[in-house]
C-alpha cells in the first residue's frame, strides 16, 4: 500500500468512526462503542505502517490538487515526516487507550452512540491538524478541533456547568483564533504560500521582512488560546466538566497540545526578541498554573492546571525538539493521570451518589483499596514531578538544559530569569503533586457518606490502560540510561540528519532534581494543612474588569433601547397611523369623491336624456308637438 493511499485512510477512518455510532443511534450503544475502538485500533495499524514506510524519507511531502479557478490550480498537500509521523501514532495509541476505559466509565451512559461518536470527529479533527502541509487547510481542521471540543465538554447538557464550560471553551479560543487567522493571511501576504516546507527558503526573500516576526506573533495567539496560555488558559479548568476520558484525551494527545505542534511547525518565523516573548508568556503560565494547582480540592482541576503549567514548559521550549519530547512524555503520563483519576471517580460513584466524588478532601486511604489504581497514579506523579527514573525527568531536563545554554550563548537577562523560574516551576509540580497523592491515597478515608469497603478496582477496561500508561512513564522506555536526557532514542528517531540535543549541563540535572526531591519533601510536610485559596484568578479579573462593566453597559442599553428608543418609534408609528388615517379620508373623500360625484351627475342626466330616445315616431311627434306649442306660448307671452 502507497504512503499517499494510508494517508487517506488515517484521515478518513476516524470520520467513518464518527459517522457510524451517529447513524446507529441508541438502540445500539455498545455496538457503537466496539465499532468506534476497532476503526481507532485499524487507524493505529495504518499509523505504524506508514510510519514504517516514511520514517526519514528524502522528500514526505503529497500534493493534491484541489480546485481550478481560471488558469490557476490550487492543491493542498500532506506532510508525512518523522514529527507528523510521531502525532499520527499518538493520538491513536491515546485516543484508543481512551475508548477502551470509557467502556466502562460510559457503560450506564444512554446516549453512548453520541460520545463515542464525538470522539472520533475529535481524532478526525486532531489528525487534520497533524497531516495538513499549510496554514489554511490546518485551520479548517483547528476549528473542527473546536466545535469537537464544545460537543464533548457539553456532552452532558442537562448540567448548566457542563454548557457553560463548552460555551466558555469555544468562546475563548475564538478569541485566540482571530489572531491565528490574522497571521495566515499576513503570512499569505508576505510569501505567497502557507506551505510549512517553505518557510525556511522563503523568509530571507519575504517583500517585508520587518513583518515576518509580526506574522509569527500573531500565529502564536492560536497556540495561546488551544494550549490555554496566559491570559487565554481559562477555559481548562472548566473543561473538567465534561467526562473523565474526554479531559485526558483533551489534555494529553489532542487539543492541548496542538499549539505546541503549530509552534513546532511556524519556529522559523521567530527572531531572538520574539523567541524571548514567547518563552516569557510559557514561563508566566508555567508558573501560574503551578501556583493555582497547590490550592485545587478537585482532582480533575488539579490535573488540569498542571496541564496548563505543562504546556507552558514547552511554549517555553518554543516548539524545539525538546519541546516535542516533552509533548511525547507528557501525553503519557497525564493520560495516565487522568484516566486514574476517572477509576477513582468511578468506584466512588459506585460506593455512594449523594456527594462530589472529585473532592480530595473526601477521600483518603484509597490506596488499601485500590493498589493498582495507587501504583500506576505515583508512577505518573513521579513523571510529571521530574523525578530521575521517569520519563518527565528526561524530558524537563532536555528542556532546561536548552534554555540555560541559550541563556548562556546570548548573555540574555530575560532568559535567566526565565530558567529560575523554570527551576521554581519544578519544585512546586512536585509539591502539589505530591499533597494530591497523600490526600487521595493516604491517612484515613474522610467520606461518612461512601461506604469504603464498596469501593475497588474497575475490570481490566479500566485496569489496562492505565497499567500500559504507567508503564509508558518509566524512563527506561526511552532510554537504557535513564539519568541522561541525550541517550533517549527520540532524538534519532526526530532528525537524525540534524540531532538537536540539549547541552551537557549536568548541574542542570542535579539543581532539578534536588528542587523536586525539595517539592516533595515540603508536599509530605504540609499534607494535613488546609491551604486558603488567596490568589484571585483570572476568572475573577476578568469578571471585575471586562464582564462586569459589560454587563452593566448591557442593563443600560437595554433600558435605552426599551424606554427610548422603542418609546419614540412606538410614538412615531402611532404619529405615522393617524397621517395615514386622516390621508386616507382625505383620498376617500375629497380625492375620489370629485370624480365619484361627476360620474354619477353625468349618470343621472344620461338616464334622462336617454329616456327620450325610446326610438318611438309617436313619441317623437308628441314631443315635437308639445315644444311647438311652449314656443309659441313663448312668442305670445313675450310679445
Not at 233 to 239: C, F, N, R, V
Not at 267 to 292: A, D, K, N, R
Not at 579 to 597: E, L, Q, T, Y
Amino acid at each position: 500500500m502507497n504512503p499517499s493511499t494510508l494517508i487517506w485512510l488515517i484521515l478518513l477512518t476516524p470520520l467513518a468512526g464518527f459517522i457510524m455510532p451517529i447513524l446507529l443511534g441508541r438502540k445500539n450503544n455498545t455496538l457503537a462503542a466496539w465499532l468506534t475502538i476497532g476503526f481507532t485500533g485499524l487507524n493505529l495499524i495504518f499509523s505504524i505502517l506508514l510510519l514504517r514506510k516514511n520514517l526519514h524519507v528524502a522528500n514526505p511531502h503529497y500534493l493534491f490538487n484541489w480546485f481550478l479557478l481560471g488558469k490557476e490550480t490550487y492543491s493542498f498537500g500532506f506532510l508525512a515526516d518523522s514529527l507528523t509521523l510521531m502525532m499520527l501514532v499518538l493520538v491513536n495509541f491515546i485516543a484508543l487507550l481512551v475508548q477502551i476505559f470509557s467502556l466502562e466509565y460510559m457503560h450506564e451512559e444512554p446516549d453512548q452512540y453520541r460520545y463515542v461518536g464525538f470522539l472520533s470527529l475529535f481524532v478526525f479533527s486532531m489528525l487534520g491538524i497533524v497531516l495538513t502541509d499549510n496554514l489554511l487547510i490546518m485551520y479548517a481542521f483547528w476549528e473542527l478541533v473546536g466545535l469537537s471540543s464544545y460537543l464533548l465538554i457539553g456532552f452532558w447538557y442537562q448540567k448548566p456547568e457542563a454548557v457553560q464550560a463548552s460555551k466558555k471553551a469555544f468562546l475563548v479560543n475564538r478569541v485566540g483564533d482571530v489572531g491565528f487567522l490574522l497571521g495566515i493571511f499576513l503570512i499569505y501576504y508576505l510569501f505567497g504560500s502557507s506551505n510549512f516546507q517553505d518557510f525556511p527558503n522563503i523568509i530571507a526573500n519575504a517583500s517585508e521582512p520587518s513583518l515576518v516576526p509580526v506574522a509569527g506573533l500573531l500565529l502564536f495567539c492560536g497556540c495561546i488560546g488551544k494550549s490555554a496560555q496566559f491570559p487565554l488558559h481559562t477555559w481548562l479548568p472548566d473543561a473538567m466538566e465534561g467526562p473523565t476520558p474526554v479531559s485526558a484525551l483533551i489534555h494529553a494527545a489532542t487539543m492541548v497540545v496542538a499549539g505546541v505542534y503549530l509552534l513546532a511547525r511556524i519556529h522559523p518565523l521567530f527572531g531572538f526578541e520574539e523567541t524571548i516573548i514567547v518563552s516569557s508568556i510559557g514561563c508566566f503560565t508555567m508558573l501560574l498554573g503551578s501556583v493555582y494547582a497547590i490550592f485545587q480540592t478537585d482532582i480533575k482541576k488539579t490535573l488540569a492546571y498542571s496541564t496548563i503549567s505543562q504546556v507552558g514548559l514547552m511554549v517555553v521550549g518554543l516548539g524545539s525538539d525538546a519541546s516535542v519530547f516533552h509533548l511525547l512524555t507528557h501525553a503519557f503520563f497525564k493520560a495516565g493521570l487522568f484516566l486514574s483519576a476517572g477509576s477513582i471517580i468511578h468506584a466512588l460513584h459506585h460506593a455512594g451518589h449523594d456527594f462530589d466524588a472529585q473532592d480530595m478532601r473526601l477521600m483518603g486511604g484509597l490506596r488499601k483499596r485500590m493498589p493498582f489504581t495507587f501504583v500506576c497514579y505515583l508512577v505518573c506523579s513521579l513523571a510529571l514531578a521530574g523525578i530521575p527514573f521517569f520519563s518527565g525527568f528526561l524530558s524537563k531536563d532536555a528542556i532546561l538544559a536548552q534554555v540555560v545554554a541559550s541563556a548562556n550563548q546570548h548573555q540574555s537577562l530575560a532568559l535567566y530569569i526565565i530558567s529560575v523560574v523554570f527551576f521554581i516551576g519544578i519544585l512546586l509540580s512536585s509539591f502539589y503533586m505530591t499533597r494530591q497523592v497523600w490526600l487521595i491515597f493516604f491517612g484515613e478515608f474522610r467520606n461518612e457518606k461512601a461506604d469504603l469497603y464498596a469501593i475497588h478496582e474497575g475490570s481490566w477496561k479500566i485496569t489496562f490502560p492505565i497499567g500500559l500508561l504507567a508503564i509508558l512513564s518509566i524512563g527506561f522506555v526511552f532510554t537504557f540510561n535513564p539519568l541522561n536526557a541525550e541517550s533517549a532514542w527520540f532524538w534519532e528517531f526526530l532528525k537524525p540528519e540534524m540531532i538537536e540535543k540539549s547541552a551537557e549541563n549536568h548541574w542542570v540535572a542535579y539543581l532539578s532534581t534536588a528542587l523536586a526531591f525539595a517539592g516533595i519533601g515540603l508536599g509530605y510536610l504540609s499534607r494535613n494543612k488546609a491551604l486558603a485559596y488567596t490568589i484571585p484568578t483570572l476568572d475573577n479579573i476578568y469578571q471585575k474588569i471586562f464582564v462586569a462593566p459589560i454587563l452593566k453597559s448591557a442593563d443600560l442599553l437595554q433600558w435605552f433601547d426599551l424606554y427610548i428608543i422603542d418609546t419614540v418609534v412606538n410614538a412615531v408609528a402611532k404619529l405615522q397611523v393617524i397621517i395615514a388615517s386622516i390621508v386616507a379620508w382625505w383620498d376617500a373623500k375629497i380625492i375620489d369623491g370629485i370624480p365619484n360625484s361627476t360620474a354619477y351627475s353625468a349618470g343621472v342626466i344620461g338616464k334622462i336624456t336617454r329616456s327620450v330616445q325610446a326610438g318611438k315616431v309617436q313619441l317623437y311627434v308628441a314631443i315635437s308637438f308639445l315644444g311647438l306649442i311652449a314656443l309659441i306660448t313663448f312668442i305670445v307671452f313675450s310679445s
